[in-house]
């Protein structure tokens, strides 16, 4: 392994010939935080990153109304006390350009812009066996080899467009939510559509609203969602987080379910009296966020529990929607509340008693088509002015299978991954040595606080790498049997929640085609840290360690690889 640290520039290491270190593909908190810590542990590395700057996510989401669940002050890097101390949030809940601030001041202050590669893609990567290297090509034709590639593309980071006949044949501008042009949109005047009401629509919607002269909401199924209360940052409340931070930080690693510190309770909601359940739900919806979901400790795994939540969401709903008929069409009532993604809305139910909204379900009738000038349903023809997709994206492993990622024998992850993702710890598939997914399939990624969990993992992975350098190692591997294991405890304990009964992206069931299983980590990240803490004091138990024969003089260290 290479140990020098020089301050080559990506360019430099694309065509310098030696291998790098690490490869990492993505700038996104992921990925800024991963060259980071390669850089203090003396690891060569370099970046790519398709966007034309850093933020990943938050680059791209630009969507009016794009913001975080999260509040700012737990949404935020905890491995700088420096950066949380300084940096200061303007809202509760970041939105994007705050959140895009912030990546981008990260990037400044550890200089890390001079190792990342924008505008590029990686297309392919394959491991060559005789060398223990991978062999990245980019879409510029860049290739360069490194001794690791990390994967910090993100799991929410491959959008999709619906398969809705006749796309191409519309004559308005049509939008994704994930790719929303950088110059923003002025839809004054105009008569819009919006397909989709997840929480990208639900964030749009509002604000749409206040622009278009008329707005249709296409909604196939209605979701659950909570006020967020937002507002900007009061003083006070930043101070007791910034007083108090590292506790908080600790208290976020070992006393939560998601990293995210909640309001937590000790009851069951089955078993609280019909008033104070009432009074408790209450409480929390006043007082906006996630927090609502942490009422009572059964709601993700007693039915009759949820049922108690969702009954009270409905209710605020048919209260704030002033037509029944619409209220009803907005209640959810085919999945128990929080089984989809819970969205964390500003003003959403109330967005539907404006005079240029327009509800319409599409279960009572479907999208026939989309034609030149508009969306025509079983019912009617809906002239449109233009057309937002808020249809979501190929969750999880998208972006990872969206690069011909060939491993050991050539063999293809998207093969490896046919029957749904296989993964230990969600760190590492066997078959792909040297191989690390940053919050991939079976670990709790996006159930958590993605912040947190990019940190873990990112620490964990490099301190495997410092160990492997210590001992001489040149490549590691997941045993077939440990993330056979892992596989099977991540599906254990999803079926023991309520995740399973809703049609939602953490089990694929959004892509046509896509296996399904449920694809976070649903046993908690207090859990996961300790396994994954475990497996590291075990001398990484569950993977296995090789070392490259050394050639002799003059024969190179590699074969061929069709890249
Ligand atoms: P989501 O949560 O996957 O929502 C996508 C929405 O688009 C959802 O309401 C879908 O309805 C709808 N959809 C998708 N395809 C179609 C077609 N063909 N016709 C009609 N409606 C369709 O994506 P988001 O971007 O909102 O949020 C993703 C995550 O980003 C979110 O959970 C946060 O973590 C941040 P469906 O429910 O499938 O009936």
Redesign the pocket.
Known sequence: MVKQTDSATAAQAASGGTPLDVVVVGAGFAGLYMLHRLRQVGLRACAFERGDDVGGVWYWNRYPGARC?VESMQYSYSFSDELQQQWRWGERFAGQPELLDYARHVAERFDLRRDIRFGTAVKAAHYNQASALWEVCTDRGERLRARFCIMATGC?SAS?M???EGIADYQGKHYH??RWPHEGVDFSGQRVGV????????QAIPMLAQQAQQLLV????A?FSVPARNAPMDDAYERSWKDHYPALRERARVDTTSGTIYEKSARKAVEAPAHERQREFERRWEKGGVNFMHAFNDLMVDARSNETAADFVRAQIRAIVRDPAVAELLAPKDHPIGT??I?VDSDYFETYNRDNVRLID?RTEP?ERITATGLQTGRSHYPLDAIVF????D?MTGALLGIDIRGRSGARLSEHWAGGPRSYLGLMAAGFPNLFTITGPGSPS?LSNMIFAIEQHVEWITDCMVWMRDKGHDSIEAEVAAQDDWVAHVNQVADATLFNQA?S?YLGA?VPGKARVFMPYTGGVVAYRQKCDAVADSAYQGFRFERVPAKPAGAANTQDVDL
């Open positions: 669940d929410l999709r619906p398969d809705i939510t994930g397909i989709g009401t997840g929480s990208s629509g639900i296409f909604q196939r199924t979701n989809k993604r969205c599409l999208i808020a249809t979501g994206y969750a996006v049609n992206w959004n």
